[in-house]
Nanobody, 124 residues
């Protein structure tokens, strides 16, 4: 089970951190990812981290978002800075099927468990 938290309303240019608590498996043994879905748009890859902390980012968040994991808490975090109105979306945490990726972190097929999502709204 994956449970996201920390979403909310933030002004453009601000920062926000969201978290994903993993239960039922050891998150450190699996790659983890964050995806998002804005209204009327398809779900898109945001960031991912492998078991040995290699990180991947979508181009549109590079330099602004940071993914990290806290193995002691079985948690994966996403720190978002310099937020833009276009970052408004429901953010989903996903647990990878393996420790790393076979085809790449942006493919939903690489993940077997998903959270329910947390809403992030960035006001202009």
């Amino acid at each position: 089970q994956l449970v996201e938290s920390g979403g909310g309303l933030v002004q453009a240019g601000g920062s926000l951190s969201i978290s994903c608590v993993v239960s039922g498996r050891t998150s450190s043994s699996h790659a983890m990812g964050w995806f998002r879905q804005a209204p009327g748009k398809e779900r898109e890859f945001v960031a991912a981290i492998t078991w040995n902390d290699s990180t991947y980012y979508a181009d549109f968040v590079k330099g602004r978002f940071t993914i990290s994991r806290d193995n002691a808490k079985n948690t994966v975090n996403l720190r978002m800075s310099s937020l833009k109105s276009e970052d408004t979306a429901v953010y989903y945490c996903a647990s990878g099927k393996a420790r790393t990726f076979s085809y790449g972190p942006k493919f939903a097929s690489e993940y077997d468990y998903w959270g329910q999502g947390t809403q992030v709204t960035v006001s202009p």
